[in-house]
């Protein structure tokens, strides 16, 4: 299967910035989209940003202006900046593969502090 290992995540103070990387591993015929995800305590995950084979990006309003999405081959980063309290959550990546049921990293903590 595809094992998906997140790294980057941490506490950092309002208005700071830290840069999350996903990098994926096993056999992979092909990756339709990557994207991020959070999951704050007590609220469902949502999603936070896309980005497709294609290299078109998409975000959540919440995000939008500060947080930035990129793809390498088989890795996908998020730089986020201007960080707030209400962006404290555990990130999760996700691979949409061709073939094959998404893929899921094993979450990665950020925290905020304001």
């Known amino acids: 299967q595809v094992q998906l290992v997140e790294s980057g995540g941490g506490l950092v103070q309002a208005g700071g910035s830290l840069r999350l990387s996903c990098a994926a591993s096993?056999?992979?015929?092909?990756?339709?989209?990557m994207g991020w995800y959070r999951q704050a305590p007590g609220k469902q995950r949502e999603l936070v940003a896309t980005?497709?084979?294609?290299?078109t990006p998409n975000y959540a309003d919440s995000v939008k202006g500060r947080f930035s999405i990129s793809s390498a081959q088989k890795t996908v980063y998020l730089q986020m900046n201007s960080l707030k309290p209400e962006d404290t959550a555990v990130y999760y990546c996700?691979?949409?593969?061709?073939?094959?049921?998404?893929?899921w990293g094993q979450g990665t903590q950020v925290t905020v502090s304001s």
């Open positions: 096993g056999s992979i015929f092909g990756i339709r989209a």
């Open positions: 980005i497709t084979s294609r290299g």
């Open positions: 996700n691979f949409d593969l061709l073939g094959t049921r998404d893929a």
